[in-house]
């Protein structure tokens, strides 16, 4: 069974950092592209920044281009989520999500969630 | 970047009914790139459709996608209770993907 489980989550003053990460298990995790996709409370969905199976590819989304860094252990299964210089509007739920390796750039499997609220 | 505009914001219906939920693309969308997501409170999301048209696996056949280029849309024949949820459209282009603003069914 494919499971993501974020953690790292919590309250952080604006400046400040937090590393998000995120456990995979029940697949090859180093074969997938992943994702990191954010949602502001009460507000929709924002893709956050994405990198692939060996961390030749990644990107970000405008919005925290220069102050978060996605990467990835495939020998620990593991993909992560270093961000600073963090604002208020930066407070979501954070999700790490997997990109399905078939013909469509989509996202198959979804962790729950971690909180993260940037406030003083 | 392409923007997604779903509408309506918020659809009110019962069970039972049919609900067709619009996504509109700011530009031309690849229809291979084009997916559908179904959401609950308290949730993370779930693939519902991808490639426009083709569910993905264990998505009850009442959910259908259609459309191309820049107008989509997402077909429950008849709705179940377990269907009042938020519906999310999203496309991938240019090494980045977009996420519509969100559809609400909800019970009328």
């Known amino acids: 069974e494919v499971q993501l489980v974020e953690s790292g989550g919590g309250l952080v003053k604006p400046g400040g950092s937090l590393r998000l990460s995120c456990a995979a298990s029940?697949?090859?995790?180093?074969?997938?592209?992943m994702n990191w996709v954010r949602q502001a409370p009460g507000k929709g969905l924002e893709w956050v920044s994405s990198?692939?199976?060996?961390?030749?590819?990644?990107y970000y989304a405008d919005s925290v281009k220069g102050r978060f860094t996605i990467s990835r252990d495939n020998a620990k299964n593991s993909l992560y989520l270093q961000m600073n210089s963090l604002r208020a509007e930066d407070t979501a739920v954070y999700y790490c999500?997997?990109?399905?390796?078939?013909?469509?750039?989509?996202?198959?499997?979804w962790g729950q969630g971690t909180l993260v609220t940037v406030s003083s | 970047e392409i923007v997604l505009t779903q509408s309506p914001g918020t659809l009110s219906l019962s069970p039972g009914e049919r609900a067709t939920l619009s996504c509109r693309a700011s530009?031309?969308?690849?229809?291979?790139?084009l997916a559908w997501y179904q959401q609950k409170p308290g949730q993370a999301p779930r693939l519902l459709i991808y490639?426009?048209?083709s569910r993905a696996t264990g998505i009850p056949d009442r959910f259908s996608g259609s459309g191309s280029g820049t107008d989509f849309t997402l077909t429950i024949s008849r709705l179940e209770p377990e269907d009042f949820a938020v519906y999310y459209c999203?496309?991938?282009?240019?090494?980045?993907?977009?996420f519509g603003q969100g559809t609400k069914v909800e019970i009328k």
């Open positions: 999500a997997r990109v399905w390796d078939g013909w469509s750039l989509v996202f198959d499997y």
């Open positions: 029940g697949f090859t995790f180093s074969s997938y592209s």
């Open positions: 990198i692939s199976s060996s961390s030749s590819y990644i």
């Open positions: 530009q031309s969308v690849s229809s291979s790139y």
């Open positions: 490639g426009a048209s």
């Open positions: 999203q496309q991938y282009g240019s090494s980045s993907w977009t």
